[in-house]
């Protein structure tokens, strides 16, 4: 457990009322929900600033505040004559200093996982997490927590653990080689390099670029890949730096899978791994899935965990909420919420899912795909080559972005009179209410910002 002299020690901080030998509890930055003894850090914002609420965090129950930009009174400090208070430059660049620094508590020799990717990242994290857990107490990042604000917190919370997999997210360069020397991984996975935010970087190359900052926070360079993706291949074919670990459908790779067998709740495989085959079930549907399963088996087996526990581990997962969440109504409609986030990579992945389907019709609602700049116009029109490609026999669209793979789907052959847009959520909902039938199976995709979930959530009530 952390003291208020680590916390000094890690961050350069000056201790204006307390205790050095205190201990600190659970990290906190959210007052209303604070719980008694924890440890209150203010963030600042652009519309809102944490560290004016310290006293109402001791109020609360807070045993230790560390703040920014903020003057005590004396008076103010007599109130709190038994609690911390502790002052630094910058709160956001606190929490990095104190994760590095019990990250560090923990030895170079603790596994930890480090994953990133266009898509697919929260997944593959949630998947290593379950292998890993069948031979260690494994930390796992909750959500998508994967930012230099996320990442700390989930530091934070590692205790008797013997393992973590921690989920790292960038939107420019320089963001993902700032928590890799947070975290520290011993094994860096690479999902893949797409379109996400390439409106931010410029180009797929820049997108690499920013994920193989992953790298340098390790001390061995051991990385695990997609090799079905055209960059990450060309990596592994043309680095011998580093010890690179393959995994694949296509591409001859380290653990390959054959014989796919694709269901809508689950698929079926048999993994070639070390000349063993082994038969594998996922219990979700999906080709993508299939691929985060791959990269488990491979990471589990770097890291000597039996087949039989690797196997156990993918068999028994659960996946995070509104990804490809797939839920059967009353009425024998079949809604597949995968409406979290978008890139063109993952629209691909659930419109040739959803196109492998049986069923009586396979509706496609789709949104806007975000952050994507220069390129928006042409990626949307890409997704409507993807609807016309895979069969989809009923589009539905909303947002400004969206009206691109409107456009494209008619222009790729698609029947106008099966393709519907609408201006608001609402009206797509009632619409859907009043045309679904028995058998129907619906995709809602869009990025996170759309706000499809609601729909969804609304639908299934």
Same mark, same amino acid.
């Given at each position: 457990?952390?003291?208020? /002299?680590?916390?000094?020690?890690?961050?350069?901080?000056?201790?204006?009322?307390? $205790?050095?030998?205190?201990?600190?509890? #659970?990290?906190?930055?959210?007052?209303?929900?604070?719980?008694?003894?924890?440890?209150?850090?203010?963030?600042?914002?652009?519309?809102?600033?944490? $560290?004016?609420?310290?006293?109402?965090?001791?109020?609360?129950?807070?045993?230790?505040?560390?703040?920014?930009?903020?003057?005590?009174?004396?008076?103010?400090? +007599?109130?709190?004559?038994?609690?911390? *208070?502790?002052?630094?430059?910058?709160?956001?660049?606190?929490?990095?200093?104190? =994760?590095?620094? #019990?990250?560090?508590?923990?030895? /170079?020799?603790?596994?930890?996982?480090?994953?990133?990717?266009?898509?697919?990242?929260?997944?593959?994290?949630?998947? &290593?997490?379950?292998?890993?857990?069948? /031979?260690?107490?494994?930390?796992?990042?909750?959500?998508? @927590?994967?930012? @230099?604000?996320?990442?700390?917190?989930?530091?934070?919370?590692?205790?008797?653990?013997?393992?973590?997999?921690?989920?790292?997210?960038?939107?420019?360069?320089?963001?993902?080689?700032?928590?890799?020397?947070?975290? +520290?991984?011993?094994? =860096? *996975?690479?999902?893949?390099?797409?379109?996400?935010?390439?409106? $931010?970087?410029?180009?797929?190359?820049?997108?690499?670029?920013? +994920?193989?900052?992953?790298?340098?926070?390790?001390?061995?360079?051991?990385?695990?890949?997609?090799?079905?993706?055209?960059?990450?291949?060309?990596?592994?074919?043309?680095?011998?730096?580093?010890?690179?670990?393959?995994?694949?459908?296509?591409?001859?790779?380290?653990?390959?899978?054959?014989?796919?067998?694709?269901?809508?709740?689950?698929?079926?495989?048999?993994? @070639?791994? @070390?000349?063993?085959?082994?038969?594998?079930?996922?219990?979700?549907?999906?080709?993508?899935?299939?691929?985060?399963?791959?990269?488990?088996?491979?990471?589990?087996?770097?890291?000597?965990?039996?087949?039989?526990?690797? +196997?156990?581990?993918?068999?028994?997962?659960?996946?995070?909420?509104?990804?490809?969440? &797939?839920? !059967?109504?009353?009425?024998?409609?079949?809604?597949? %919420?995968?409406?979290?986030? =978008?890139?063109?990579?993952?629209?691909?992945?659930?419109?040739?899912?959803?196109?492998?389907?049986?069923?009586?019709?396979?509706?496609?609602?789709?949104?806007?795909?975000?952050?994507?700049?220069?390129?928006?116009?042409?990626?949307?029109?890409? *997704?409507? /080559? !993807?609807?016309?490609? %895979?069969?989809?026999? &009923?589009?539905?669209?909303?947002?400004?972005? =969206?009206?691109?793979?409107?456009?494209?789907?008619?222009?790729?052959?698609?029947?106008?009179?099966?393709?519907?847009?609408?201006?608001?959520?609402?009206?797509?909902?009632?619409?859907?209410?009043?045309?679904?039938?028995?058998?129907? &199976?619906?995709?809602?995709?869009?990025?996170?910002?759309?706000?499809?979930?609601?729909?969804?959530?609304?639908?299934?009530?």
């Amino acid at each position: 457990m952390l003291k208020i /002299k680590d916390i000094i020690n890690a961050t350069n901080g000056k201790l204006i009322i307390g $205790n050095l030998e205190d201990n600190v509890q #659970k990290f906190c930055k959210d007052t209303r929900i604070i719980k008694k003894d924890d440890t209150y850090i203010g963030i600042k914002g652009n519309n809102f600033d944490g $560290n004016q609420l310290w006293s109402e965090a001791f109020e609360l129950g807070a045993k230790t505040v560390i703040l920014q930009d903020v003057n005590l009174k004396d008076k103010e400090l +007599k109130d709190w004559k038994n609690k911390n *208070v502790i002052l630094v430059k910058d709160t956001i660049k606190a929490l990095g200093d104190i =994760a590095t620094y #019990k990250r560090n508590l923990y030895g /170079k020799d603790f596994p930890v996982v480090g994953v990133t990717g266009s898509v697919g990242k929260t997944s593959t994290k949630d998947i &290593i997490a379950n292998v890993l857990s069948q /031979k260690y107490k494994t930390l796992k990042t909750q959500g998508n @927590n994967n930012n @230099n604000i996320g990442l700390p917190f989930t530091i934070f919370n590692l205790e008797d653990h013997q393992a973590a997999v921690i989920e790292m997210g960038m939107n420019h360069l320089g963001e993902i080689s700032q928590l890799t020397h947070i975290a +520290k991984p011993t094994i =860096a *996975v690479i999902t893949n390099i797409g379109t996400s935010h390439i409106g $931010n970087l410029g180009s797929r190359e820049n997108i690499l670029k920013a +994920k193989l900052e992953i790298l340098e926070g390790m001390e061995k360079k051991v990385l695990v890949i997609n090799n079905d993706n055209d960059l990450l291949n060309e990596l592994y074919i043309n680095n011998k730096d580093i010890e690179i670990h393959t995994y694949g459908i296509e591409n001859d790779s380290e653990v390959m899978a054959q014989d796919i067998v694709y269901n809508k709740n689950n698929s079926e495989f048999i993994c @070639n791994m @070390n000349e063993k085959k082994i038969k594998i079930k996922v219990p979700v549907g999906g080709m993508h899935f299939v691929y985060n399963a791959l990269c488990a088996i491979t990471v589990g087996n770097i890291l000597g965990i039996d087949i039989d526990d690797i +196997k156990n581990g993918i068999e028994t997962f659960e996946l995070t909420k509104k990804r490809m969440d &797939i839920t !059967e109504l009353d009425n024998g409609v079949t809604i597949i %919420n995968d409406s979290y986030n =978008a890139s063109f990579e993952s629209m691909q992945a659930s419109l040739k899912y959803l196109g492998k389907l049986e069923c009586n019709r396979k509706i496609a609602v789709l949104g806007d795909m975000l952050e994507l700049g220069e390129y928006s116009q042409n990626l949307h029109k890409d *997704v409507g /080559k !993807e609807v016309v490609k %895979n069969g989809i026999d &009923i589009l539905i669209c909303l947002g400004e972005n =969206a009206k691109d793979i409107v456009k494209s789907a008619i222009d790729n052959g698609m029947d106008s009179k099966s393709i519907y847009y609408f201006k608001d959520k609402l009206q797509m909902e009632n619409y859907i209410k009043e045309k679904w039938k028995k058998g129907d &199976i619906i995709l809602f995709k869009a990025s996170n910002g759309m706000k499809f979930y609601e729909v969804v959530e609304s639908l299934i009530k």
